[in-house]
C-alpha cells in the first residue's frame, strides 16, 4: 500500500516536471510577471491580456513563420526571484528578448540584469522614471514615465478647474512618490498652490483623519495617487464625510481600473484620473481587443492590459524585422520601431534625459453614470466633461 | 478653535473609536486563541480572509447581505479551526522539540495554503461586495440645521463597532458564566492544574481555537462591507491583531475592546495632527512599550483595580 | 566521516564556480549561501539561546541601508558598507536588545518582529536619508560575473560556520545553551544571562548585516518594502533554521537549500502556476509535523525510516 502511494506520488511529480510537448519550430517565450502576492491582480489582468495577443500573431502566422509558445513564471514580486527567472531565460533557455514584469523594483533588477547580459528587455508597465534613466542600451520602456502619467489631468486642470489651491494624497510607494513629486512640480505653472501633502501607508482602513484634515484646509483640487483599492476606499469615505471639491482627480492605477466603480459606487461618480489607455480610444485593435478582453473574462481591461498586449505586438514587429536574432540586430530593430498598435503609436526615443523611451500621449477618464468615460484630450474624448460636479449633498 | 477646527478634531475623534472598534473585532478572536495556548498564529489573517470570500461568494451568488453571512462563515470558520487544531497543531505541540517556537512553520505554511487556494480559486482579482449602504452615513446637521460643526457617522463602521460590543460582552458572559468557558479560562491560566482538575485540556484547546477562528470570521463578515479583498489581505490583520492581543492583555476580551479603542484613537490623531504615513510606527512603538512596561497589557490595570474578569 | 562532512561540502562549493555553472545557476548558489550565512546568524540566536526573533529584517535591513547610504550619501563604494555595516548594526543591536530582550518568549518573538515593522516605515519615512519607497539604486554593479559574488559570500558563509561554532563550542555557547533550557535556573547559577543574550544578539545581528551589505552590493538595488519584509525575510530566517534543524551546525545550511532551491525548483514546474505556494505550504507543514526539530535534527527519524524499509521487504 505504502509502496503503491509512493509510486503514485512519484509519478505524479513526475508528470508535473515533463516539459510540456511543444512544435518543434515554436518560439518559446517566457514572461516573468507576479502571479501571487500583493501585485498579482495586475500581474492577472498582463497575463491575460499576453495570452490574446500570442494567440492573434499567432493565427496571422506568428514571428518569421514560428509560433509563440507563451508560458509564464511567477515572479512573486520579489526582484531577487524576478531576476532567477530572468537569468535562466538569458542562460539556459537562450530567449532573445525579454518582455515583462510589473513592480517597479522587480523591473529594476531585471532591466540591470538585461543590460549587463545585453539582452532587450521591453518594460511594460512599471512605472518609476529612473528605469529608463541610467543610460541603458538594451531596456526599452512602451508605457510613460511616471513624471508624464498625470500630464492630461494637469491640462485639463490648467484650461477647465484653474486651482488656487490643491492638496496631494499619495500611497507610500515608489509609485505614489513619484506621482506626488510630479504633480507638486505641475502645480506651480498652473497658479496653483499646494496646501496639503500627505502620504498614506498601503492597506490602511480608514482615512477619515486624513480627509478631515484635507477639509479643513479646504483645497480646490484632491489630486491622489494610490496603487489599488485604496482610491476607491478614499471616495467612499470623502462621500461619508461630505467634503465638497471642486474637482476630485487621481493619478491612474487604482483609480483606472473597473474595481474602482465597482467599489466606489455613485460615491466615484465625477472622478477623474490620469490613464494611460482606454477602450473607447480610436487606435487601430483598441476597440476589439477591449471587447475580446471582456468577452473572456467579464471586464474592460486597464492600461496594464492594453500595454501587454501591445508589447507583445511590438516584440513580434522587432523580432520579424531584426535581421537575426542577436542581441544588437533585435535592440536595433526595437530602437527602429515605429507601429501603430491598439495601446497608441510606439516610437523608442532618447529625451529628457530618458532613453529608448516611448513617450505617448496620456489620458482624463471620468466616471460618468458609472462608466469610465475619456474626457480629455478632446481630441481623444468619447463623451464632454462634466465640470462643475455637484456637491454631494445635491447629489441623488 | 475656531469651529472648522473643532470639526476636525470631534471627526478624528469619531473615526478613531469606530476603528477601535474595528481593531478589536479582529485582535478578539487571536486573543482568545493566544490566552490559551501562547501559540504564534501567523495564519489569523488568512482565516479572516475565507471569512471574507465565503461572505462574498454568499453575496455574489445568492444576494445574501454580507452581515447575514455571518451565519454561514461564523459555524465554516469554527470547523476550520477545529480541524486546524486538532489535525495539525496538537500533533506539532505534542512533541517535545528543541524551540517550541516550530509551530510557527506550521501556521506560516497553513497561511500559504489558504492564501494560495483563494488565488487559485478566485484569481488575484480585488472583490467587493457592493452593499446599498456602503457609503451611508448620518449627519449632525441634518438633524441640526444650525450646529456650528457638521459630524458624520458612518453606518457600516457603526454596525461593526456595535457587533464588537455585543460579541465582547457575549464572550465575557460565555468565559465567566459557562461550564466550558470557566474550563477555558482555567486551562489559559494553568495548564497542568487544570488537567489535574478533570479538564479535558485538548479538547479545551480545540474548542478554543474553533472559538478565536469563528470571532475572526465574523469580523470578516462585518469588515468586507468597508474594505475588499483580495487572495493575500491576511498578513496586515494579522499584524493588528497582534498589537490588540498584547494591549489589550493575553486572552482578555474586555482588555481587547479598550486596547482596539486606544490604538483606534491613537492612531487617528497621529493622522490627522502628524502624517498618517506615520500612523503605523506609532502603532508599534505602543506595542513595544506595553510589552515592555506594562507586559500584562490593558488587562492587568483593570485586574490591579478589581474591575477586571 | 561526519567530522569530514564540513571540509567535503566546503571544497566542492569552492570548485563549484570552476565547473563553468550557467550564470542561472551560480544566482541560485549564492542566494543559498546568503540565506544560510542568514540562517547561522539567526540559529546562534533562536536555535542555541533560545530567543526566537521574528524581526531578523530589521538587522539585515540596516546593514543593506549602510552600504546604500555610503553610496547614495557619501559616493563611496557600497563595498565599504560590509565593514561599515558591522559597526551599525551591532550599535543597532545594543539598542535592540536593550529594548527587547528582557522580554521572554513569545513576548520577545512579537517585540523584534514589530521592531522589524518600525524599521521599515521609518526607513519610508525619512525620504532625505533613504530616498523613501524610490529605494536606492547602484549605477553599475561591480562585476558581470558572479565568480567574486559568489566566493564573497562563500567566505562570509565559511566565517560565520566557523564563529559559530567556536562559539558554541567555548564557555560561551554553554551559557547560551543554559538560558535556552531555563533561564531562570541560569541566572540562579550566577549567569548573567542579560549580558550573554546582548551578546548572542549582538553577533547574530552583526552577520545577518553583513548579509544585508552584500545583498545591496549583489543585487545593485534596495527599497525598504525588499529589505525589512516581514515575511520575505524575518519569517523566511526562522523557517530556513527551523526547517533545516534548529541548534545544529548544519541546519541552516540545509534549510537554506530546502527554502531557496527547493522553492525555486516548485516555483519553475511548468504545469503548476501559481499553485506552488501551495504546494511548497503543505511542504512545511508535512516537514515540521513529521520532523519538529527539522531535517538535520531529526536525521535519525529519517534515516529508520529507510531502515525498517529495508528491513522489511
Given at each position: 500500500m505504502k509502496h503503491l502511494a509512493v509510486a503514485v506520488s512519484l509519478l505524479f511529480l513526475f508528470g508535473l516536471f515533463a516539459a510540456p510537448v511543444l512544435a518543434a519550430d515554436a518560439f518559446d517565450l517566457v514572461i516573468p510577471l507576479p502571479l501571487t502576492g500583493k501585485p498579482a491582480k495586475f500581474g492577472e489582468i498582463m497575463k491575460r491580456s499576453y495570452e490574446i495577443a500570442a494567440e492573434e500573431i499567432n493565427a496571422k502566422g506568428g514571428v518569421k513563420g514560428r509560433k509563440i509558445a507563451l508560458s509564464f513564471e511567477d515572479s512573486t514580486g520579489k526582484p531577487e526571484i524576478a531576476r532567477s527567472i530572468v537569468e535562466k531565460l538569458i542562460d539556459t533557455k537562450k530567449q532573445p528578448i525579454i518582455v515583462g514584469e510589473y513592480t517597479s523594483s522587480c523591473a529594476k533588477a531585471v532591466a540591470a540584469i538585461a543590460e549587463e547580459r545585453k539582452t532587450?528587455?521591453?518594460?511594460?508597465?512599471?512605472?518609476?522614471?529612473?528605469?529608463?534613466?541610467?543610460?541603458?542600451?538594451?531596456?526599452?520602456?512602451?508605457?510613460?514615465?511616471?513624471?508624464?502619467?498625470?500630464?492630461?489631468?494637469?491640462?485639463?486642470?490648467?484650461?477647465?478647474v484653474k486651482p488656487k489651491t490643491i492638496a496631494i494624497l499619495y500611497e507610500s510607494s515608489a509609485f505614489g512618490t513619484s506621482g506626488a513629486d510630479a504633480m507638486e512640480k505641475d502645480a506651480a505653472p498652473m497658479g496653483a498652490k499646494v496646501v496639503v501633502k500627505e502620504k498614506f501607508e498601503t492597506g490602511a482602513i480608514d482615512f477619515k483623519p486624513l480627509l478631515s484634515k484635507v477639509k479643513a484646509a479646504q483645497?480646490?483640487?484632491?489630486?491622489?495617487?494610490?496603487?489599488?483599492?485604496?482610491?476607491?476606499?478614499?471616495?467612499?469615505?470623502?462621500?461619508?464625510?461630505r467634503i465638497d471639491m471642486k474637482l476630485y482627480a487621481g493619478g491612474a492605477a487604482g483609480f483606472a481600473i473597473p474595481e474602482f466603480i465597482k467599489g466606489a459606487q455613485d460615491a466615484a461618480e465625477y472622478v477623474v484620473s490620469a490613464t494611460l489607455w482606454t477602450p473607447q480610444l480610436k487606435?487601430?485593435?483598441?476597440?476589439?481587443?477591449?471587447?475580446?478582453?471582456?468577452?473572456?473574462?467579464?471586464?474592460?481591461?486597464?492600461?496594464?492590459?492594453?500595454?501587454?498586449?501591445?508589447?507583445?505586438?511590438?516584440?513580434?514587429?522587432?523580432l520579424n524585422r531584426a535581421k537575426d536574432w542577436t542581441a544588437d540586430a533585435i535592440r536595433d530593430a526595437l530602437k527602429a520601431t515605429n507601429l501603430k498598435t491598439a495601446y497608441g503609436p510606439v516610437k523608442f526615443e532618447d529625451k529628457e534625459g530618458y532613453q529608448n523611451q516611448n513617450f505617448h500621449e496620456t489620458l482624463a477618464i471620468q466616471v460618468q453614470k458609472g462608466e469610465f468615460e475619456t474626457i480629455w484630450p478632446k481630441s481623444h474624448a468619447s463623451k464632454p466633461y462634466v465640470y462643475p460636479v455637484p456637491s454631494w449633498k445635491d447629489r441623488k | 478653535m475656531s469651529s472648522i477646527q473643532l470639526?476636525?478634531?470631534?471627526?478624528?475623534?469619531?473615526?478613531?473609536?469606530?476603528?477601535?472598534?474595528?481593531?478589536?473585532?479582529?485582535?478578539?478572536?487571536?486573543?482568545?486563541?493566544?490566552?490559551?495556548?501562547?501559540?504564534?498564529?501567523?495564519?489569523h489573517g488568512e482565516l479572516m480572509m475565507v471569512a471574507m470570500y465565503i461572505a462574498y461568494v454568499l453575496f455574489s451568488a445568492f444576494h445574501i447581505d454580507p452581515y447575514l453571512s455571518i451565519l454561514v462563515a461564523a459555524p465554516a470558520l469554527f470547523l476550520l479551526g477545529v480541524a486546524i487544531q486538532k489535525f495539525l497543531i496538537n500533533p506539532v505541540l505534542r512533541v517535545e522539540a528543541i524551540i517550541p517556537e516550530n509551530q510557527v512553520i506550521l501556521t506560516v505554511g497553513i497561511g500559504m495554503v489558504l492564501a494560495n487556494l483563494a488565488t487559485i480559486i478566485f484569481q488575484s482579482d480585488y472583490r467587493q461586495?457592493?452593499?446599498?449602504?456602503?457609503?451611508?452615513?448620518?449627519?449632525?446637521?441634518?438633524?441640526?440645521?444650525?450646529?456650528?460643526?457638521?459630524?458624520?457617522?458612518?453606518?457600516?463602521?457603526?454596525?461593526?463597532?456595535?457587533?464588537?460590543?455585543?460579541?465582547?460582552?457575549g464572550l465575557w458572559f460565555f468565559l465567566t458564566r459557562t461550564d466550558t468557558g470557566k474550563s477555558i479560562r482555567a486551562t489559559a491560566q494553568d495548564l497542568d492544574a487544570a488537567q489535574l482538575m478533570g479538564v479535558n485540556v485538548q479538547r479545551m484547546r480545540v474548542i478554543t481555537f474553533g472559538i478565536g477562528s469563528a470571532l475572526v470570521g465574523t469580523a470578516g463578515c462585518l469588515f468586507i462591507p468597508i474594505y475588499y479583498i483580495y487572495p493575500d489581505i491576511g498578513g496586515q490583520f494579522t499584524l493588528i491583531s497582534f498589537v490588540i492581543t498584547i494591549l489589550g492583555g493575553l486572552g482578555s476580551t474586555v482588555g481587547a475592546i479598550i486596547g482596539g479603542l486606544i490604538l483606534g484613537i491613537f492612531e487617528s490623531l497621529t493622522a490627522t495632527y502628524i502624517g498618517m504615513g506615520w500612523a503605523p510606527v506609532g502603532r508599534f512603538m505602543i506595542f513595544v512599550a506595553v510589552l515592555i512596561f506594562i507586559p500584562g497589557g490593558v488587562a492587568s490595570l483593570l485586574r490591579s483595580r478589581k474591575l477586571g474578569k | 566521516m561526519k567530522t569530514y562532512l564540513p571540509y567535503i561540502t566546503l571544497t566542492i562549493l569552492a570548485v563549484l564556480p570552476l565547473l563553468g555553472l550557467s550564470s542561472y545557476w551560480m544566482h541560485i548558489a549564492i542566494l543559498v549561501i546568503m540565506w544560510s550565512v542568514i540562517g547561522m546568524a539567526w540559529n546562534l540566536l533562536g536555535g542555541y539561546c533560545g530567543q526566537v526573533s521574528f524581526g531578523h529584517a530589521a538587522f539585515f535591513g540596516v546593514g543593506a541601508y549602510t552600504a546604500a547610504m555610503l553610496y547614495n550619501k557619501l559616493h563611496l563604494s557600497a563595498w565599504w558598507g560590509i565593514p561599515a555595516s558591522v559597526f551599525v548594526v551591532a550599535l543597532f543591536a545594543l539598542l535592540l536588545g536593550y529594548i527587547c530582550l528582557?522580554?521572554?518568549?513569545?513576548?520577545?518573538?512579537?517585540?523584534?518582529?514589530?521592531?522589524?515593522?518600525?524599521?521599515?516605515?521609518?526607513?519610508?519615512?525619512?525620504?532625505?536619508?533613504?530616498?523613501?519607497?524610490?529605494?536606492?539604486?547602484?549605477?553599475?554593479?561591480?562585476?558581470?560575473?558572479?565568480?567574486?559574488?559568489?566566493?564573497?559570500?562563500?567566505?562570509?558563509?565559511?566565517?560565520?560556520?566557523?564563529?559559530?561554532?567556536?562559539?558554541?563550542g567555548s564557555k560561551l555557547g554553554y551559557y547560551f545553551v543554559a538560558i535556552r533550557e531555563d533561564q531562570d535556573a541560569a541566572e540562579s547559577l550566577g549567569i548573567d544571562t542579560t549580558r550573554y543574550k546582548t551578546i548572542a544578539l549582538v553577533i547574530s545581528g552583526v552577520i545577518t548585516g553583513l548579509a544585508g551589505a552584500f545583498y545591496m552590493n549583489y543585487m545593485g538595488y534596495i527599497d525598504p518594502k525588499v529589505v525589512f519584509a516581514l515575511h520575505d525575510i524575518s519569517i523566511i530566517t526562522i523557517m530556513v533554521v527551523m526547517v533545516g534543524g534548529a541548534a545544529t551546525s548544519a541546519g541552516p545550511v540545509v534549510g537554506a537549500v530546502i527554502m531557496v532551491l527547493l522553492a525555486e525548483l516548485i516555483r519553475s514546474i511548468p504545469k503548476l502556476g501559481t499553485a506552488h505556494h501551495t504546494l511548497f505550504g503543505v511542504l512545511l507543514i508535512v516537514i515540521i509535523i513529521f520532523l519538529p526539530n527539522g531535517i538535520v535534527g531529526d536525521f535519525s527519524k529519517i534515516r529508520n525510516l529507510f531502515r525498517t524499509r529495508k528491513a522489511a521487504p
Amino acid at each position: 500500500m505504502k509502496h503503491l502511494a509512493v509510486a503514485v506520488s512519484l509519478l505524479f511529480l513526475f508528470g508535473l516536471f515533463a516539459a510540456p510537448v511543444l512544435a518543434a519550430d515554436a518560439f518559446d517565450l517566457v514572461i516573468p510577471l507576479p502571479l501571487t502576492g500583493k501585485p498579482a491582480k495586475f500581474g492577472e489582468i498582463m497575463k491575460r491580456s499576453y495570452e490574446i495577443a500570442a494567440e492573434e500573431i499567432n493565427a496571422k502566422g506568428g514571428v518569421k513563420g514560428r509560433k509563440i509558445a507563451l508560458s509564464f513564471e511567477d515572479s512573486t514580486g520579489k526582484p531577487e526571484i524576478a531576476r532567477s527567472i530572468v537569468e535562466k531565460l538569458i542562460d539556459t533557455k537562450k530567449q532573445p528578448i525579454i518582455v515583462g514584469e510589473y513592480t517597479s523594483s522587480c523591473a529594476k533588477a531585471v532591466a540591470a540584469i538585461a543590460e549587463e547580459r545585453k539582452t532587450p528587455y521591453l518594460v511594460v508597465a512599471s512605472a518609476d522614471d529612473d528605469i529608463t534613466q541610467k543610460n541603458y542600451k538594451y531596456v526599452f520602456r512602451q508605457n510613460q514615465v511616471n513624471a508624464h502619467y498625470g500630464d492630461a489631468v494637469v491640462s485639463f486642470l490648467k484650461e477647465v478647474v484653474k486651482p488656487k489651491t490643491i492638496a496631494i494624497l499619495y500611497e507610500s510607494s515608489a509609485f505614489g512618490t513619484s506621482g506626488a513629486d510630479a504633480m507638486e512640480k505641475d502645480a506651480a505653472p498652473m497658479g496653483a498652490k499646494v496646501v496639503v501633502k500627505e502620504k498614506f501607508e498601503t492597506g490602511a482602513i480608514d482615512f477619515k483623519p486624513l480627509l478631515s484634515k484635507v477639509k479643513a484646509a479646504q483645497p480646490d483640487v484632491v489630486y491622489t495617487v494610490a496603487y489599488a483599492n485604496e482610491a476607491q476606499l478614499i471616495m467612499k469615505q470623502a462621500k461619508e464625510l461630505r467634503i465638497d471639491m471642486k474637482l476630485y482627480a487621481g493619478g491612474a492605477a487604482g483609480f483606472a481600473i473597473p474595481e474602482f466603480i465597482k467599489g466606489a459606487q455613485d460615491a466615484a461618480e465625477y472622478v477623474v484620473s490620469a490613464t494611460l489607455w482606454t477602450p473607447q480610444l480610436k487606435y487601430p485593435g483598441a476597440r476589439e481587443f477591449a471587447d475580446k478582453y471582456k468577452a473572456k473574462h467579464g471586464d474592460y481591461p486597464s492600461y496594464h492590459g492594453a500595454s501587454a498586449y501591445a508589447a507583445l505586438y511590438v516584440a513580434a514587429d522587432a523580432l520579424n524585422r531584426a535581421k537575426d536574432w542577436t542581441a544588437d540586430a533585435i535592440r536595433d530593430a526595437l530602437k527602429a520601431t515605429n507601429l501603430k498598435t491598439a495601446y497608441g503609436p510606439v516610437k523608442f526615443e532618447d529625451k529628457e534625459g530618458y532613453q529608448n523611451q516611448n513617450f505617448h500621449e496620456t489620458l482624463a477618464i471620468q466616471v460618468q453614470k458609472g462608466e469610465f468615460e475619456t474626457i480629455w484630450p478632446k481630441s481623444h474624448a468619447s463623451k464632454p466633461y462634466v465640470y462643475p460636479v455637484p456637491s454631494w449633498k445635491d447629489r441623488k | 478653535m475656531s469651529s472648522i477646527q473643532l470639526e476636525v478634531l470631534l471627526q478624528t475623534l469619531i473615526s478613531g473609536i469606530l476603528l477601535g472598534g474595528l481593531y478589536a473585532l479582529i485582535g478578539i478572536g487571536m486573543t482568545i486563541i493566544m490566552g490559551v495556548m501562547k501559540i504564534i498564529n501567523l495564519a489569523h489573517g488568512e482565516l479572516m480572509m475565507v471569512a471574507m470570500y465565503i461572505a462574498y461568494v454568499l453575496f455574489s451568488a445568492f444576494h445574501i447581505d454580507p452581515y447575514l453571512s455571518i451565519l454561514v462563515a461564523a459555524p465554516a470558520l469554527f470547523l476550520l479551526g477545529v480541524a486546524i487544531q486538532k489535525f495539525l497543531i496538537n500533533p506539532v505541540l505534542r512533541v517535545e522539540a528543541i524551540i517550541p517556537e516550530n509551530q510557527v512553520i506550521l501556521t506560516v505554511g497553513i497561511g500559504m495554503v489558504l492564501a494560495n487556494l483563494a488565488t487559485i480559486i478566485f484569481q488575484s482579482d480585488y472583490r467587493q461586495t457592493p452593499v446599498p449602504y456602503a457609503t451611508k452615513a448620518w449627519y449632525l446637521r441634518d438633524y441640526w440645521k444650525d450646529s456650528p460643526v457638521d459630524i458624520s457617522l458612518s453606518l457600516p463602521w457603526t454596525v461593526s463597532f456595535t457587533v464588537a460590543l455585543l460579541i465582547t460582552a457575549g464572550l465575557w458572559f460565555f468565559l465567566t458564566r459557562t461550564d466550558t468557558g470557566k474550563s477555558i479560562r482555567a486551562t489559559a491560566q494553568d495548564l497542568d492544574a487544570a488537567q489535574l482538575m478533570g479538564v479535558n485540556v485538548q479538547r479545551m484547546r480545540v474548542i478554543t481555537f474553533g472559538i478565536g477562528s469563528a470571532l475572526v470570521g465574523t469580523a470578516g463578515c462585518l469588515f468586507i462591507p468597508i474594505y475588499y479583498i483580495y487572495p493575500d489581505i491576511g498578513g496586515q490583520f494579522t499584524l493588528i491583531s497582534f498589537v490588540i492581543t498584547i494591549l489589550g492583555g493575553l486572552g482578555s476580551t474586555v482588555g481587547a475592546i479598550i486596547g482596539g479603542l486606544i490604538l483606534g484613537i491613537f492612531e487617528s490623531l497621529t493622522a490627522t495632527y502628524i502624517g498618517m504615513g506615520w500612523a503605523p510606527v506609532g502603532r508599534f512603538m505602543i506595542f513595544v512599550a506595553v510589552l515592555i512596561f506594562i507586559p500584562g497589557g490593558v488587562a492587568s490595570l483593570l485586574r490591579s483595580r478589581k474591575l477586571g474578569k | 566521516m561526519k567530522t569530514y562532512l564540513p571540509y567535503i561540502t566546503l571544497t566542492i562549493l569552492a570548485v563549484l564556480p570552476l565547473l563553468g555553472l550557467s550564470s542561472y545557476w551560480m544566482h541560485i548558489a549564492i542566494l543559498v549561501i546568503m540565506w544560510s550565512v542568514i540562517g547561522m546568524a539567526w540559529n546562534l540566536l533562536g536555535g542555541y539561546c533560545g530567543q526566537v526573533s521574528f524581526g531578523h529584517a530589521a538587522f539585515f535591513g540596516v546593514g543593506a541601508y549602510t552600504a546604500a547610504m555610503l553610496y547614495n550619501k557619501l559616493h563611496l563604494s557600497a563595498w565599504w558598507g560590509i565593514p561599515a555595516s558591522v559597526f551599525v548594526v551591532a550599535l543597532f543591536a545594543l539598542l535592540l536588545g536593550y529594548i527587547c530582550l528582557r522580554l521572554r518568549g513569545p513576548y520577545f518573538a512579537l517585540a523584534t518582529l514589530s521592531i522589524g515593522v518600525i524599521m521599515r516605515i521609518t526607513a519610508e519615512n525619512l525620504v532625505g536619508l533613504t530616498n523613501g519607497d524610490v529605494g536606492i539604486q547602484l549605477d553599475k554593479r561591480t562585476w558581470i560575473d558572479k565568480t567574486w559574488y559568489y566566493y564573497i559570500i562563500l567566505l562570509m558563509a565559511v566565517g560565520a560556520f566557523v564563529a559559530v561554532k567556536k562559539i558554541i563550542g567555548s564557555k560561551l555557547g554553554y551559557y547560551f545553551v543554559a538560558i535556552r533550557e531555563d533561564q531562570d535556573a541560569a541566572e540562579s547559577l550566577g549567569i548573567d544571562t542579560t549580558r550573554y543574550k546582548t551578546i548572542a544578539l549582538v553577533i547574530s545581528g552583526v552577520i545577518t548585516g553583513l548579509a544585508g551589505a552584500f545583498y545591496m552590493n549583489y543585487m545593485g538595488y534596495i527599497d525598504p518594502k525588499v529589505v525589512f519584509a516581514l515575511h520575505d525575510i524575518s519569517i523566511i530566517t526562522i523557517m530556513v533554521v527551523m526547517v533545516g534543524g534548529a541548534a545544529t551546525s548544519a541546519g541552516p545550511v540545509v534549510g537554506a537549500v530546502i527554502m531557496v532551491l527547493l522553492a525555486e525548483l516548485i516555483r519553475s514546474i511548468p504545469k503548476l502556476g501559481t499553485a506552488h505556494h501551495t504546494l511548497f505550504g503543505v511542504l512545511l507543514i508535512v516537514i515540521i509535523i513529521f520532523l519538529p526539530n527539522g531535517i538535520v535534527g531529526d536525521f535519525s527519524k529519517i534515516r529508520n525510516l529507510f531502515r525498517t524499509r529495508k528491513a522489511a521487504p
